[in-house]
């Protein structure tokens, strides 16, 4: 069966067979790259991406930057390149029309064949796709990280994954979760993005979108699900661990506050450009290639200091010329405490604006840093228990990343040895 996915285009895996694999490899110059562009690689492979087959060459790199478009006209707001170093360009004699295996962990991930070696202005890539320059967005710090010299090309995934635990639980590639979504029979599916352990805010925002998705839905119909997509990619410290986001969305519906028939938590390797409005229309690219229909946006999606309007990202979508995206994007407000109603509302809903309470997502860590239980209207107990079970379990003790979890963290996944 096939499945459409972002510019109409059909989702196609890229993974060679293993014998044919195994032959290439053997022949092709090795070349390592970085944990972000491994994580691309995979992305590229299974069809996170589609339509893209590879790295970006400059042409599609200059058209992404000015125009917001591939050279065939499909919106794509940020750019996916694999940096390389002279020395390696040298060392390896890297030239077009090479087959190199693109190594990590020091095994064989994915074959590429080189298109384009080009150099491109970094300071442009950061001006036009993160709206500045500043060094201190983290962003810009990354693309300044960046080598000076970009190969482009289409790539073929040699070596798949293995997921560890609990990370393997969660991942589904795209084609997998089309099918699990025909089988639960959803009509509709919203994304919820996150990076973030839920507290009863963010509970609310998921229920408050599935009920603008369910609109259009007669009694019969009614079969929306919610896939909570939640980022995997470098950690931060003070960030909370991989494990306790993944496990901590997975309580909610463990412990029914989510039916098992409409709730899916599944992962999404990528690094975060912190982009603001271009990387939550690159997030609804990717969730229409998992076969998401909505996709919810939040406050300051995607956004970090204050770059970016926090509404930014709900802006964009009104700027979009017709049909450039399929998903449509449910735009939400904020969830807030009021105590005077003495439950969870949304903002601008009941009389008692100066009373109610934002969510502090500083407050809730200081509790959970406190090993309080928070109160029940700011987090589940279930939830806050599996967060400090995680913590014991993979975090050394904590549910945040510290410098040991960052050193010492067990891989998300690993690549085994072709032979
Ligand atoms: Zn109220």
Avoid at 27 to 49: H, N, Q, T
Avoid at 243 to 271: C, K, M, N, P, T
Avoid at 362 to 390: A, G, S, W
Wanted: charge should be neutral; aromatic fraction near 10%; hydrophobic fraction near 35%.
């Amino acid at each position: 069966m096939s499945f459409t996915g972002h510019g109409n285009k059909i989702i196609k895996e890229r993974i060679m067979d293993s014998a044919t694999a195994m032959k290439l490899v053997k022949k092709g110059k090795k070349v390592p790259i970085s944990s972000r562009a491994a994580r691309e690689c995979i992305g590229l492979a299974y069809g996170f991406f589609s339509p893209l087959e590879g790295f970006m060459d400059a042409q599609t790199l200059s058209s992404v930057c000015q125009e917001m478009r591939l050279t065939d006209g499909t919106l794509w707001p940020i750019p996916i390149l694999l940096d390389i170093d002279a020395d390696t360009l040298v060392q390896n004699h890297l030239q077009l029309n090479d087959r190199v295996v693109l190594t990590y962990q020091e095994q064989p991930l994915a074959l590429m064949d080189i298109t384009e070696i080009y150099q491109y202005d970094r300071q442009k890539i950061a001006q036009s796709v993160l709206g500045t320059t500043d060094n201190k967005h983290p962003g810009v710090m990354m693309v300044n990280q960046w080598h000076s010299y970009f190969i482009a090309g289409p790539i073929q995934l040699v070596n798949k994954p293995q997921f560890q635990s609990p990370f393997d639980r969660f991942w589904y590639t795209p084609l997998q979760l089309r099918q699990i979504f025909q089988e639960k029979g959803w009509q509709h599916i919203i994304a919820h993005q996150t990076r973030n352990v839920p507290h009863t805010g963010h509970e609310w925002l998921m229920k408050g979108a599935w009920f603008s998705a369910n609109e259009d839905l007669s009694v019969e119909q009614l079969k929306t699900g919610i896939l909570v997509s939640c980022i995997i990619g470098p950690k931060r410290i003070g960030d909370y661990i991989d494990e306790a986001i993944l496990l901590g969305q997975q309580q909610l519906q463990d412990s029914s506050y989510f039916r098992a028939d409409i709730h899916l938590v599944s992962l999404v390797l990528w690094d975060m450009r912190y982009a603001g409005p271009k990387e939550a229309l690159l997030h609804a690219i990717i969730r229409s290639n998992l076969g998401c229909t909505h996709h919810m946006f939040g406050r300051d999606h995607a956004g970090v200091g204050s770059y970016y309007d926090p509404y930014d990202a709900h802006r964009i979508f009104d700027q979009l010329p017709q049909g450039g995206m399929k998903i449509k994007p449910v735009r939400l407000l904020e969830w807030n405490y009021c105590p005077i109603c003495q439950e969870v509302t949304y903002s601008g809903l009941c009389g008692h604006s100066q009373e109610q309470q934002q969510f502090s997502g500083t407050l809730i860590r200081n509790i959970i840093k406190d090993q309080l239980l928070p109160p029940v209207h700011l987090m589940r107990p279930e939830v806050f228990q599996t967060t400090r079970q995680t913590a014991e379990e993979y975090g050394f003790g904590s549910p945040f990343c510290n410098e040991r979890y960052l050193r010492e963290r067990q891989p998300v996944f690993r690549l085994s040895s072709l032979d």
